[in-house]
């Protein structure tokens, strides 16, 4: 397990006038060049840098994780050019398609971070440098099994509903700390941390409540299991997230820019 640093109080960050940027939600200018996404990229960085200022971080604590589902493969191989090399996926069998058509960039690697099916494990277990939604024990068999038979390894993070909405996948916080014991015989799953989406919402104190639980729920995890990445907050949110202790932020539209498909295409509902 990867140490990371002790999280964020949420006191150093509860006056910060850190607001959500979901006005920008699929209106982001689409990146068509290299040049394009070098900038978007250091737009991003600097972003990453100020939320860490605000609250006496270290930059080179949070990794940022460019989102490329439903880019096409000449965007993502630009985006590749311009130094992305761990890109985020939400379906697998889109990410399995552009891992094989693009298996020349020897060094791009997949993190697959929407809700997995058990019947898709096996692709996964094929491919996949990192899987971020994990929330169901015969789901981890699964792919257990099949990294076994591959002889690979994953890195994993435990999706936690921290919003309590019904319509999202991951555990509920209470159930969190028996999952965590129950992963601990898979010995191809190398637990990472947490994972958590945030209320979609332009309430600062809301979004920020979400990543505040993940926060204190892998403060309590930590004695039995060490620390914890927090894999939180995406393009209109990570500088909050970033403000509570996140480790790895997702970040798509802010990249890439604004996709053509409906949101749930990739945040599919219960």
């Keep these: ?20 940027r979901h006005e920008m939600h699929n209106r982001w200018p689409r990146a068509e060049s290299v040049s394009d996404f070098q900038a ?9 840098d100020a939320a860490c200022l605000r609250v006496n971080r270290d930059p080179a604590q949070v ?44 060094d791009l690697r997949w993190s697959v ?14 491919f996949a440098s990192e899987f971020q939604a994990l929330d169901s024990l015969h789901t981890a068999e699964i792919l257990d099994r099949r990294l076994q038979a591959e002889g ?12 309590n909405e019904p319509s999202k996948y991951g555990l509920a916080a209470n159930e969190v700390a028996a999952f965590m014991l129950k992963l601990r015989p898979f010995s191809c799953l190398r637990v990472q941390g947490l994972m958590t989406l945030a209320e979609f919402s332009t309430d600062a104190v809301r979004v920020r409540a979400c990543f505040v639980r ?30 509570e202790g996140a480790s790895v932020v997702r970040v798509g539209q802010a990249i890439f820019g604004a996709r053509s498909l409906p949101d749930d295409y990739f945040w599919p509902s219960r």
Excluded: Y
């Design 152 to 163: 690979r390894t994953l890195d994993v993070f435990v999706q936690v509903n921290t919003s």
């Design 1 to 20: 397990m990867i140490k990371s640093t002790q999280p964020v109080a949420s006191d150093t960050a509860s006056d910060a006038p850190t607001q959500p």
């Design 214 to 243: 993940l926060r204190e729920l892998s403060q309590q995890l930590a004695q039995q299991h060490g620390a914890l990445q927090l894999s939180m907050g995406m393009s209109g949110d990570f500088e909050i997230a970033i403000e």
């Design 40 to 48: 978007n990229l250091a737009a991003v960085q600097a972003r990453i």
């Design 63 to 106: 990794r940022l994780l460019p989102v490329s589902k439903t880019m096409d493969e000449a965007h993502i191989r630009l985006a590749h050019q311009a130094g992305c090399f761990l890109l985020g996926e939400n379906k697998v069998q889109e990410a399995w398609g552009k891992a094989q058509a693009m298996a020349d960039l020897t």
């Design 113 to 126: 971070i929407g809700h997995l099916q058990s019947n898709k494990a096996k692709l996964v277990a094929k």
